[in-house]
């Protein structure tokens, strides 16, 4: 999915969600294509963590930007 795509998903969703959910977000922050890999990747990383998971551990998620995340941020500031 490109770019564009996915920032057009994005809002249909929103608008759609904003019909059933008041008070839902209202506008669709527009991605890079280096955020949207960003955010991938971090999905990637936490769905193989998972996977090596023995039955009844647990999986601890701290909330901490990814590297890849803070990159891309830090691009797109650059440019505004």
Known sequence: M???EFNDHAERYLAARKSTKPGALAV???LTQAEIEA???CRTD???RWAKLNPG???ELPF???D???AARDA???RR
């Open 2 to 4: 490109s770019e564009t």
């Open 68 to 70: 890849d995340a803070a």
């Open 46 to 48: 936490l769905l193989s």
């Open 28 to 30: 669709a922050p527009r």
């Open 39 to 41: 955010v991938r990747g």
């Open 64 to 66: 901490v930007e990814c």
């Open 57 to 59: 551990e647990t999986l």
């Open 76 to 78: 797109r500031d650059a």
